[in-house]
């Protein structure tokens, strides 16, 4: 079983937030692939379903977002699911808007939903799918991450999320090497 797991807040005021670009990847990849979100286990919304003949999980963690590992953790335990299964979906303040990068492990960076999973896992050796956001020019970190994208962005943001769903598939059908490869870098 392969875990896709899609960072956010819960909260529909939180919706269409640059903090919740995971979650709308989640939303666009289980509608796309007609799976649909309506569970709830391991303090999670969850779909399950078939990608090119694999099972797969969408995961969208409801602890908000500090909390996220808690919840990844659970479902990880549950269904003894091995590390290297598993593809985070998270916004990044690193990446120039509507960038894409794939990596096979690393640290959680400033990003606490991040930190939460690696703290949770003891371990920081899995996939990620991170998707820029951009920098705040002139406001604090909090107010810009919660906030929502200028229509330019939002169409930016609108074809990364695509893009994320190729490389979603990609991870899937051939792993995440094949998927940093083709992915990483693209420009929207």
Not at 121 to 137: A, Q, T
Request: charged content about 30%; proline content about 3%.
């Amino acid at each position: 079983m392969y875990l896709i797991i899609g960072l956010g807040n819960p909260e529909d005021r939180y919706g269409a937030t640059r903090h919740n670009v995971g979650f709308e990847t989640i939303n666009y990849f289980a509608q796309e692939e007609n799976i649909e979100l309506k569970k709830v286990k391991h303090r999670a919304l969850i779909g399950e379903g078939f990608v090119g003949g694999k099972k797969v999980m969408l995961v969208k963690p409801q602890t908000y977002m500090n909390l996220s590992g808690e919840s990844v953790r659970e479902i990880i335990d549950y269904y003894n699911v091995p590390l290297e299964n598993i593809l985070v979906v998270y916004d990044d303040i690193d990446l120039e808007v509507g960038r894409l990068r794939l990596r096979s492990k690393g640290s959680g960076g400033t990003h606490n939903g991040m930190r939460s999973i690696i703290y949770q896992l003891r371990e920081d050796e899995f996939p990620r799918l991170r998707i820029g956001i951009g920098k705040p020019e002139r406001q604090d970190l909090t107010s810009y991450v919660l906030g929502r994208f200028s229509q330019e962005d939002k169409e930016k943001i609108i074809e990364a999320i695509k893009k994320a769903r190729e490389a979603i598939k990609l991870f899937i059908s051939k792993g995440i090497q094949e998927a940093m490869n083709e992915f990483n870098g693209e420009r929207i």
